[in-house]
């Protein structure tokens, strides 16, 4: 269990959508709260929004792509706060299309950003929350790491990639007193759409609309994080309709399999209608 008083946070990714819903959740509660971002100028308006809602902000430039972005973030922490409670791995990318056609580049790119972005987190502030003794990893993944969707493999790759890296490193870091959550969303109200690569026409409108119609919002999830983290809780699943398909498909895989057919076969056959 994390210890709420005085926390020590970083979030990348933080400076828009659930990151920054993550943030101000902790500065409300009095928290240290460091946002890693590449918009330095939205990043800057994040941290004023923290300080004025009673925490501390701060801002850092940091790009997940380079482990030394990571690596400067966390020896400026040690240096300002001495030491940091909480990572939140969160920043990350979106892209859809079908295998045949999805570019080698769109699928390195979604990598790099939303998987090997992850490990990276992890690999910087592994030794530090080892010599602290404490620590905890939020990685960010989704519903699309469990139910595998189709036209959304690169997706589906990075965010599943997300859950088994989180999954041995809770148990690979437990000892140490390091615990890790896994988040695992499905559509909530965020902008991730925004920034969605695909060779589907009209694809980045579609998921947008749904986000926005979407019944849980940034804030939601941001409040189901903090309580999973306070409690030491592995899995974060926001979504009460996604966790029963889970469930399913845990334990009733055939019947599972039936129903993503038969949803997958509508969507697809809505796709070709289209063209």
């Known amino acids: 269990m ?9 979030i990348t990714g933080g400076a828009s959508g659930l990151g920054r819903a993550l943030a101000l959740q902790y500065a409300r509660q009095g928290a240290r709260v460091c946002i890693g971002d590449v918009s330095p100028q939205q990043g800057a308006v994040t941290a004023a929004e923290l300080t004025a809602a009673g925490g501390v902000g701060l801002y850092a430039d940091c790009d997940v792509r380079r482990l030394g972005d990571l690596e400067k973030v966390r020896d400026d922490l040690l240096e300002q706060w001495g030491g940091v409670d909480i990572v939140v791995n969160n920043a990350g990318v979106a892209a859809a299309g079908a295998i045949e056609t999805s570019s080698m580049a769109d699928w390195e790119w979604i990598l790099d950003i939303n998987l090997l972005g992850v490990v990276r987190g992890c690999k910087a502030f592994t030794p530090l929350f080892k010599r602290q003794g404490s620590g905890a990893f939020v990685n960010v993944a989704s519903m699309a790491g469990l139910m595998l969707a189709p036209i959304m493999s ?6 599943a990639g997300v859950i ?3 999954e041995t490193l809770h148990q690979e870091l437990r000892d140490a007193g ?4 896994c988040v695992c969303p499905a559509f909530f109200q965020t902008n991730l759409a925004r920034s969605m690569r695909s ?3 009209g694809m980045q409108q579609k998921v947008g609309t749904l986000m926005k119609r979407a019944p849980i919002s940034a804030d939601d999830v941001a409040r189901d994080i903090a309580r999973a983290v306070n409690a030491g809780d592995f899995w974060v ?3 009460a309709k996604e966790r029963r398909m889970w469930l399913i498909k845990r334990h009733v895989p055939r019947a599972f399999d039936w129903l993503m057919h038969q949803q997958s076969r509508r969507w697809m056959n809505k796709r070709e209608t289209r063209r």
């Open 2 to 10: 994390i210890n709420r008083q005085a926390q020590r946070i970083f």
């Open 178 to 181: 390091i615990s890790v959550s």
């Open 154 to 159: 690169s997706y589906n790759v990075s965010k």
């Open 237 to 239: 699943l926001p979504h």
């Open 199 to 201: 060779d589907i026409a």
């Open 164 to 166: 088994a890296l989180s």
